[in-house]
């Protein structure tokens, strides 16, 4: 009897420690969510997408960050006439 009610505790321990870390983990996401954005300018609670806005905006900061130290080869300025891009 003794050894089934320590199994149930510990069976009881490992089920709530299942419902509550992926709910942690839920909060810490927004919260690195909310920090992202506020260092991007974005404020979290207008954005329609999140996610997609943020990415986004981090593309646009990695390619402007890839221009500047690095030669690139990118589609980006293709649309213009060739004596711009002298």
Same mark, same amino acid.
């Given at each position: !009897?003794?050894?089934?009610?320590?199994?149930?505790?510990?069976?009881?321990?490992?089920?709530?420690?299942?419902?509550?870390? &992926?709910?942690?983990?839920?909060?810490?996401?927004?919260?690195?969510?909310?920090?992202?954005?506020? !260092?991007? #300018?974005?404020?979290?609670?207008?954005? =329609?997408?999140?996610?997609?806005?943020?990415?986004?905006?981090?593309? #646009?900061?990695?390619?402007?960050?890839?221009?500047?130290?690095?030669?690139?080869?990118?589609?980006? #300025?293709? =649309?213009? =006439? &060739?004596?711009?891009?002298?």
């Amino acid at each position: !009897m003794h050894r089934c009610l320590c199994f149930c505790r510990h069976l009881l321990c490992l089920v709530f420690s299942l419902l509550v870390i &992926p709910f942690c983990l839920l909060l810490q996401l927004e919260d690195f969510r909310e920090v992202v954005s506020q !260092m991007l #300018g974005l404020d979290i609670a207008s954005l =329609a997408l999140p996610d997609y806005e943020i990415i986004t905006r981090l593309e #646009g900061l990695i390619h402007l960050h890839q221009h500047h130290c690095f030669p690139c080869v990118c589609l980006k #300025g293709a =649309a213009r =006439a &060739p004596e711009e891009h002298l």
